[in-house]
């Protein structure tokens, strides 16, 4: 046994680093367990929403974030056929390559006294009454009040993976747009939607969900089927290759054990959470920390609904429908016919 602490966090994206960040800023004994080595690309649109940024911004400065190279972005863009509509976001949303954000939050994370296992795999997490005992591939292993599932699909709860959705397939990869691009552009057809966004270092992200036989139809070219949703683009202006991954389903996970918690994808998006992105980083700090401190039973059965740890990363609770209203689509600010 390496040592005892009281929450293990599997997985260092957003959702894990900004419970470690959190947690260990309250005093708390944390050890974040991250497979891979960063910086690391991620397949993700890499729009962080406006109702994200609040959340965001606890943990990063605005100017910390800009010295990242990270953008803001206060239009949206929809392509709907031959129309385009362009919506003014309700508060500015960040961009930011998950490359630049998931090493800004480590960092943060590292800051606050959590203690980083990295690279390093967990491989199996056993569960007892008196706490938890998380195993690593390379066999050294970890014990804790508590284990945090942050690792994308919350395999290693008792509960099992998130599923996925067996018609979707997601891809991403980097551009170098000649003239650049402004804001976030939704582009949509039946069975996919691609969305572009401009992220640091003069790149634009692309990122679309499509629909398995779209892309048989197109034999399996990302470069084809994204040509045929958007007749502008031109494969030459890739920065490195598509990474292609599943697409979750929709849906909350009970974390199959009470010293068990999940987070961020982990815990699976209601469909108020897809429409929010994934840094929905909201906490309840008040009482967390001491929930996690305590140890107690009690305290580990409440502990998930009470600060929204199963949702997403951090959703929902209450007040925040006052946010979701003003999320709400609104009317577009233009409305035309899109020039070719
Ligand atoms: C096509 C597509 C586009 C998207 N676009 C957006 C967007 O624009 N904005 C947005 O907000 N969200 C977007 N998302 C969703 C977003 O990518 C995820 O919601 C986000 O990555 C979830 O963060 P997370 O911290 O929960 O998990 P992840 O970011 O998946 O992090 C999990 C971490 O756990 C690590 N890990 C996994 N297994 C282990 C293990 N056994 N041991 C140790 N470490 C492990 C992984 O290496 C990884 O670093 C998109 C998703 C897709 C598919």
């Known amino acids: 046994m390496t040592c005892r602490v009281h929450a293990v966090v599997i997985g260092a994206g957003p959702a894990g680093c900004a419970a470690a960040f959190h947690l260990a800023r309250s005093g708390l004994q944390v050890t974040v367990i991250e497979a891979k080595a960063f910086p690391r690309v991620k397949v993700c649109g890499e729009f962080i929403s406006p109702a994200a940024t609040g959340y965001l911004e606890q943990i990063l400065s605005a100017d910390e974030l800009r010295s990242a190279g990270a953008r803001t972005v206060d239009r949206f863009v929809m392509e ?48 007892g009454g008196a706490g938890v005992e998380v195993l690593l591939a390379d066999g050294r292993d970890v014990a804790a009040d508590f284990v945090i599932h942050a690792d994308g699909s919350g395999r290693h709860d ?145 502990v998930g609904h009470r600060h929204g740890l199963h949702r997403g990363g951090v959703d929902v609770v209450g007040d925040d429908d006052a946010g979701e209203a003003e999320l709400a689509p609104q009317e577009p600010v233009e409305d035309r016919r899109r020039e070719h």
């Open 80 to 127: 709907l056929g031959e129309r385009e509509r362009v919506f003014r976001l309700p508060t500015p949303a960040w961009a930011l390559s998950r490359r630049g954000l998931d090493v800004l939050l480590a960092a943060k994370a590292r800051e606050s006294g959590a203690e980083f296992m990295q690279p390093a795999s967990v491989r199996e997490v056993w569960y």
């Open 158 to 302: 008792p509960a099992g993976s998130v599923a996925s959705d067996s018609r979707l397939v997601g891809h991403k990869c980097h551009l170098r747009v000649p003239g650049g691009i402004d804001g976030v552009r939704i582009r949509a057809c039946a069975g996919a939607y691609l969305g572009t966004i401009a992220v640091e270092g003069g790149l634009a992200t692309c990122a679309l969900a499509a629909r398995k036989e779209l892309i048989a139809r197109h034999g399996g070219d990302a470069d084809r089927m994204v040509r045929s949703i958007w007749p502008g683009f031109d494969p030459a202006w890739r920065d490195g290759p598509w990474l292609a991954c599943g697409v979750q389903r929709s849906g909350y996970v009970q974390p199959g054990h009470w010293r068990s918690l999940r987070i961020g994808n982990a815990a699976a998006a209601d469909r108020r959470g897809v429409r929010r992105g994934v840094l929905r980083i909201r906490w309840r700090l008040d009482s967390l920390p001491r929930d996690v401190a305590t140890g107690a039973e009690e305290a580990g059965r409440t």
